[in-house]
């Protein structure tokens, strides 16, 4: 059996944080994300997906994410129900994500710089420290190379073997 989700939309309004009882963190926001089709109107339309994230990674996008900002979810979606106040069942669909990726910087335009740059960030809840975002893997540790234009050999051909291409 499979449930894993992964979505890429907008945030209606800022991430809330909260702590349990417990004092593990919990975060909440919901994620605009556009159906691939237009209503009779020719309007775009959207489907509104809350969004749960918990301990680090709860921290991490209550400090980072902000309304409008462009952003993909991994996850699994989990339906949970309760009574409410009035005595009725209500059911509750939410993905609950354990990877969050910034897609956009967090930056807005001022400061010199190119204001179209984009920046992703990566973060991963669990215990698993193998995709925390820092960008170091593969350079040998050497935090100096990610600040170099991968793209700065543009126009000049690339040097690769067949026998390094996967197919």
Not at 94 to 108: G, M
Not at 117 to 129: T, V
Request: aromatic share 8%.
């Amino acid at each position: 059996m499979l449930n894993r989700v992964i979505l890429i939309g907008r945030l209606t309004r800022d991430p809330e944080l909260r702590y349990t009882p417990a004092g593990v963190a919990v975060t909440q926001f919901t994620l605009a994300v556009d159906r691939p089709f237009t209503a009779q109107g020719g309007e775009r339309e959207a489907d509104f997906i809350p969004v749960v994230t918990w301990r680090q990674l709860a921290e991490t996008c209550a400090n980072y994410l902000r309304k409008g900002r462009l952003t993909a979810v991994e996850g699994r979606i989990q339906v949970r129900n309760y009574e409410n106040n009035e005595g009725k069942r209500v059911y509750v669909t939410e993905v609950i994500a354990d990877n969050v990726r910034f897609l956009e910087s967090n930056r807005d335009g001022s400061g010199g710089g190119n204001g179209n740059q984009r920046e992703e960030s990566s973060y991963s809840g669990g215990s698993s420290s193998s995709n925390s975002g820092s960008g170091n893997r593969g350079n040998g540790g050497n935090p100096s190379r990610n600040n170099q234009d991968p793209f700065s050999d543009e126009g000049k051909p690339i040097d690769i073997s067949d026998d390094d291409l996967p197919f």
